[in-house]
């Protein structure tokens, strides 16, 4: 069974970082995109980034463009995100994914249980 499971969340200023992780198993971990996605409480899902199976590539949504960083490490079956400059409005539970075809909520095959962030001062 495909497993996916964010850790790392929690409370910080605006303005701080904060990184999350996510732990793959189930699958063939460095054949498949990997993304993080949000949801702000009384809001939608949204699309956060991707990264490329082999890392190569990443694309971020304009809401986090500059200030969130994906990353990964095949080796271990982690994705990483790096949050920094972080607003209120990032607020939110997130999840990580396997998103087939393009970064969107809609191509998600798997989503693995979140992980809360607020930022809140």
């Known amino acids: 069974d495909v497993q996916l499971q964010a850790s790392g969340g929690g409370l910080v200023q605006p303005g701080g970082s904060l990184r999350i992780s996510c732990a793959a198993s189930?699958?063939?971990?460095?054949?498949?995109?990997m993304g993080w996605f949000r949801q702000a409480p009384g809001k939608e899902r949204e699309g956060v980034g991707c990264?490329?199976?082999?890392?190569?590539?990443?694309y971020y949504y304009d809401s986090v463009k500059g200030r969130f960083i994906i990353s990964r490490d095949n080796a271990k079956n982690l994705v990483f995100l790096d949050m920094n400059e972080l607003r209120p409005e990032d607020t939110a539970v997130y999840y990580c994914?396997?998103?087939?075809?393009?970064?969107?909520?809609?191509?998600?095959?798997?989503w693995g249980q979140g992980t809360l962030v607020t930022v809140s001062s």
């Open positions: 189930g699958f063939n971990f460095d054949d498949y995109a």
């Open positions: 990264i490329a199976s082999r890392g190569q590539d990443t």
């Open positions: 994914a396997t998103p087939n075809g393009h970064c969107v909520v809609r191509d998600v095959d798997h």
